[in-house]
Every structure is written in C-alpha cells, then in structure tokens.
C-alpha cells in the first residue's frame, strides 16, 4: 500500500496541479476570445498603407519574404537597412522593395526602435504597418489586417504569426513563444486600461500615422530591448487602444533557424518577460524543471498525471495557433526537456548585457 505523500509532497503536488490548471484555464479562454485574421474581400476603399520593413543583416530571409509583402497591394513598401553588412540593401532593392539608408544610432537608442522611428519619418501611408524581415505574408493578408484593425477599434493592433520551423533545432525552444502568449495572459484583459494589463507582438504592428505621431513615435521605448510590450503599454498609458490577433494561414513567421539562434533570441527577451527581476527568473526555471522535467526523473506525488498534463499543454497550444500537422503535435514530446534546453536562456538572461545582431544591450 502506497504511503500518502509528506507535507511537501503534498505542498508540491497542489502547487504543480494549481499551476497547470491555470493555464489550462487560459488556454481554454483564449481559444475562444483571440481573434483570428480571416480572408476578407478587399475594401472598396481604403486608406493609403505603407508596408514598413526594419532589416540588419537579412539578405538571407528577404528574397523569401519581400515578394509575399510586395504582392499586397500596398501603396508603398520600404525595407530600412539597418547598416547591414551582408548586401541587405541590394538584395531588398532587386527584389522590388524601396531601400531606406539607416543613419548611425544616435545615443541612447537601441536597434529596432531606431530603425522604426526612421521608417515613420519615411513612410506616406495613413496606416502604417511594420513588419519584421522573417515574417511571411499570404495573398489577402493586408487586407485582413485593415479589417482587424477597423472592427477591432485599436490604436495598436499586432499579429502574432503563425510560427512556422523547418527543422528539428528549431522546434526545440521557438515554438514555446505561443504557450508564452496563449497560456499566461487571458485575452480579455487587453480592454482593461490598466497598462500592465499590455500585450503586442512587434513583428507585425498595424498603426494609425496620426495616432502614432501624437505618441511621439518610437522615442518612449528607445532604450527597450523589449521594446513592443513597453510600445504596447505606452499606448494604454496615453489611452490607446489595443488588439492582437493570431495570423492563422495568413501571416507566418520563421523566427530562429537553430536552437542556438533561439537560445540567443530567448535570452535577451527573458529578463524583460520576468519584469526584469533576477530572483523571478531564477524562479521560473526552477518551477518549470520541478512541474514538467521532475515527474520524469522521480515518482513525485502526482507523477502520473502531471507526465500527461505536461505534454499535452504543448500540443493543445500548438492546436489553438493552428499548428496541426503531424510534426507540430509531436512536440509534445518535449515537454520533459523544455526546461533543461531552456536553461542557456536563462544563465545568459541573468547577465548585466545581451548581444543581438552583433549589438550590446545593457540590461538594468
């Protein structure tokens, strides 16, 4: 007969089953309430859109994307280059899209928000959507995105895209930007005006010219590194608007090509994530090594159930982004070694710096 569990086995086992079952409660809630880009008819009119691209160092990613953008309809695609040094400029402009120089980052901004704010000063649409350089756009999407935009009512409204990895290394870690998304911030919190209660993806941000111009453009998050959740709170703080939308079959991205690139990606997002407290971040390894690794490599209490409910978290948020092919749900096998891959994420995120795209951040 099975000896019941000790009191920290037993303190253990709700905090594990009490955590799981929260989020199982919000992925179910935002299986219902996330909105979905769907395929529109074109507008009858619609106001002038500049399709706005930041690239450094893309030459690689743009000849795949660019053509997907270009063929939108758009009444202006720029790509801002972002002193690149790989020939980002020369594949853009072969490819159709006009070339914008990125001038030298003045100080106090960091990469991205200098190169939107250059792309606001450049661009002449009305609505101004940007657009990062992995991100595949399918035919109708733009107008899909207008649409959103009008009947959502936003200020601020960004697409969290469809992630779509090729090979093995890249299933490891990108993918779990999904469960970051659907399983820990319950949709309709984004109508509170409270500013904590912010959400936004900067790889597709959709934008009104006036509303964004009003916000001093991109000055308030110039020294982000995570700059769309500060841009997104800015918003609310001055009584904006918001709106996400999963991109469906129609918006996809291709974040990192290795579980190396995913680990540096990870990392210089995590401390941000984590409200920017170290002791959180430790925390959080911790707790997700002792819910989703530990049950496989000891007969804690709960074991059972919390081998099952750990993998099927995986595959029920792969489920809800639209990711249901056969290779998607198989990543719920990783469930158990999720934390252990993670962990390089977290011993660089725990740094005073974090490097992207050959810049240094310092982080507070």
Known sequence: MA?????????????????????????????????????????????????????????HTLPHTL???????????????????DGTAGVAASVGARVVPGAPRPDGWYGKPWACQ???????????????????????ALDAVLNELEHSGADLLSVQPRQAPRTPGERLLTPLVDSAVLSYFPYPL????????????????ALRRAALEGMGGFVA??????????????????GGRLAVALGGALI?????????????????????????????????????????????????????????????ERVAVNVISGRTRRADLLEGLLGPLTPLLALPVYVLALRRTVVWKGRRYRQA
């Open 118 to 140: 250059q792309l606001l000063h450049a661009a002449s649409g009305d609505v101004l959507v940007f657009v990062d350089a992995d991100v595949t756009w399918q035919p109708g």
């Open 252 to 312: 996809s991205v291709r974040m990192y090509r290795s579980y190396p690139q995913s680990v540096l990606g990870f990392a210089k997002n995590a401390l941000p994530l984590h409200v920017g407290s170290r002791p959180l971040l430790v925390l959080s390894a911790a707790a997700h090594l002792a819910v989703y690794t530990l049950p496989w490599l000891a007969r804690v209490p709960g074991w059972r159930a919390l081998r099952v409910a750990g993998m099927l």
């Open 190 to 205: 984004i109508r509170l005006p409270q500013p904590a209660a912010s959400m936004a993806n900067g790889q597709v941000m």
């Open 67 to 85: 053509p997907g953008l270009l063929a939108q309809g758009a009444d202006e695609v720029l790509v801002l280059d972002d002193c690149s040094d």
């Open 221 to 238: 998050v110039r020294r982000e590194v995570l700059d769309d959740t500060a841009f997104a709170r800015h918003v609310k703080a001055r």
């Open 3 to 59: 000896r019941p569990p000790s009191l920290p086995g037993r303190v253990y086992r709700a905090l594990a089953f009490g955590w799981l079952a929260t989020k199982a409660a919000v992925l179910l809630l935002n299986a219902a309430a996330f909105p979905r880009l769907r395929q529109t008819p074109p507008a009858a009119a619609r106001p002038r859109v500049s399709l706005l691209v930041p690239a450094r160092n893309e030459a």
